[in-house]
């Protein structure tokens, strides 16, 4: 599905976690094109962006209790042992709207854990300069949940990206990439004042995010910028270390360890209780600019 906006363009793969499989400006690719390796069919983690829900990152050794009542997710990656940022991005979304510049894409009920039911909607409208991607959850629970949400893009280096945004802390966490507690943002770790992302594998959640963030290209003489509503408090980092030559700005409103504390009564900041029925959402424009 190909959506236009003058010099833009967006491809969405509902099929394919409802993920985006090319974002361009005049052909140039603002997010990673759809790119499966040889031999291997297209799938959400190919692509330039998917959600992440009804959680961002991982839960605690995939558990979580809410009213004295324990639930668990399935693992959802070869080779993890958690899931990592729901299911969402492995099931199949259907359009419920289109237009030649925007989209609504559905995702109808779906079961995470036994008792855990959400639906979802992302609604993605593309202008001259910008694309805008509202997305929603809905608990479809019999009671109330916790959930969390974001979006996972992947950007392109082309040899001198440089990535600029601030935040207050930088979370720890184990060899499982869950969290450990919250320290201060390291030199060689501290965006503010723009520089380019590691040539590593990095995996880095930011807390107190103040939801802007840019990325500038100097060989292409374009940049873009996110600005994310205040849901999004915390901004993944990602490099994987399977293609060096990408990287991720995530808005997330929950950080790793999503649901840590829901038991108790003390939810970590960015996730939310739901009562069945209820639904939170937020969007996020990814602006493009051209640069001298």
Known sequence: MRLTAGPLTLE???ELG???????????????????PAGSAP????????????FANSLRDNRFAID??????????????????????????????????????????????AGYRFSATQRFVLSNDRLEVTIAVTNRSAQHMPFGLGLHPWFPRYGDARAMF???????????????????????QDYATGREPPRAFQNRCYA??????????????LALTIDADPLFGHLM?????HDLETFCLEPQSNRTSAFDGVETGTPAPGVHLLAPGEAVGGRVAFM?????
């Not at 799938?43 to 009804?54: C, V």
């Not at 492995?90 to 289109?98: G, I, P, Y």
């Not at 107190?208 to 003489?221: F, L």
């Open 288 to 292: 493009v600019h051209a640069t001298a």
């Open 166 to 188: 601030s935040a207050t802390q930088a979370l720890l966490e184990d060899a499982d990439f869950q969290a450990l507690e919250l320290a201060p943002i390291a030199s060689e």
């Open 43 to 54: 799938h959400a983690l190919h692509s330039g962006m998917f959600p992440m829900l009804p």
């Open 208 to 221: 107190g995010w103040n939801g802007h963030a840019r990325i500038d290209w100097p060989s292409r003489r």
């Open 68 to 113: 004295g009542r324990p639930y668990e997710v399935a693992p959802n990656m070869e080779g993890a042992r958690l899931n990592y940022h729901g299911s969402a991005w492995q099931r199949a979304w259907r359009v419920s709207d289109v237009a030649p510049d925007r989209c609504t894409l559905a995702l109808d009920e779906v079961e995470e854990a």
């Open 18 to 36: 409802g993920s985006v499989a090319a974002f361009e400006h005049d052909g140039v690719a603002l997010m990673r094109p759809m790119s499966p």
């Open 237 to 241: 980092l990602h490099v994987p270390a």
């Open 12 to 14: 969405l793969a509902p």
